[in-house]
């Protein structure tokens, strides 16, 4: 079991961009420059792991499979929603809450002495929507390496709680020689 923990008393947050700006500064090398009142906020973030190998005889009777839980909580001490800060910059869809929440899980494993690796993830942000990734690799002598992933995206507005994601369901594959 892991728990890692990191407070920011200063960490400045950017602003929606259609919110009023704070000043318009002109200079005759550069110039105008238009600037948002960026606030300060002070910011605690913090997760819990736990990783457990698991020995499921009927899933794989020769190597253990590996299970991580991760639970994720960021609070905004001195949150204003007056102040419209965002999340991602750029995207002003991802406003920013007071607490936000983020729940991982993964298995992964392997079969055949390490030559097939499959793993399947899952992200999950409460009230927002989530994520699944089923992931299968293969080693083929010293230097192939294939790949097959299927990542499906889930909830009302997945763009909005998963960043940079909107209707980003895939399927992909890859092969890589490595010398």
Partial sequence: ????????????????????????VVDDDIGAFVYWDNPKKKVLSYGATVQQPLLLDFLNPEQSIML????????????DAKDQIVEIPGYDSTLAKKHTFRVIGALMTSYLHGQLSPKVVGVYIPGQGGMVSAQLNSVLGNHWRLGL????????????????????DEVNATVRYQF
Avoid: C
């Fill in 68 to 79: 991580v839980l991760q639970f994720m909580h960021t609070w905004i001490a001195d949150f």
């Fill in 1 to 24: 079991m892991k728990l890692e923990a990191a407070f920011e008393p200063d960490r400045t947050y950017p602003v929606h961009s259609l919110k009023k700006k704070l000043k318009t």
């Fill in 149 to 168: 992933a299927v990542n499906q995206f889930f909830g009302g507005d997945p763009y909005n709680g998963m960043g940079l994601f909107r209707d980003r």
